[in-house]
């Protein structure tokens, strides 16, 4: 495995925009989204609040293959940039060591 000496690792806010608009979408086909259920599944703007509202294997299905793309990376004093964008680019999620 080779080092890269990546010291942040986050997901690129359009990834997790589109997460979080799947998450609402199928949050309010579940009985939560009712409008006479009161529960602490719901925040006070009446926002479904799961971790989750997928089986486990769904869930697995979506997040099984890691995809370097969807993350923004620097090594230390660097601005966050996608893998493959600077010199030393991320060929596979194997040469992304974790630590």
């Known amino acids: 495995m080779i080092e890269l000496g990546y010291t942040t690792m986050e997901v690129r ?17 579940m009985v939560w989204a009712h409008p006479g259920v009161t ?7 009446n926002r479904i609040t799961v971790t989750s509202p997928w089986r486990l294997l769904d869930y697995w299905g979506m997040t099984r293959h890691f995809v370097p793309e969807d993350l923004l ?11 493959g964008q600077g010199a030393d680019a991320v060929i596979s999620a194997d040469s992304l060591s974790v630590s």
């Not at 997790?16 to 799947?22: P, V």
């Not at 529960?39 to 703007?45: E, G």
């Not at 990376?73 to 893998?83: I, L, N, R, T």
């Open 13 to 29: 806010q359009d990834v997790h925009d589109q997460y979080n608009h799947r998450l609402d979408e199928k949050a309010q086909s």
């Open 39 to 45: 529960s602490w599944y719901k925040n006070d703007r």
């Open 73 to 83: 990376v620097a090594k230390p004093g660097q601005k966050p940039e996608m893998p």
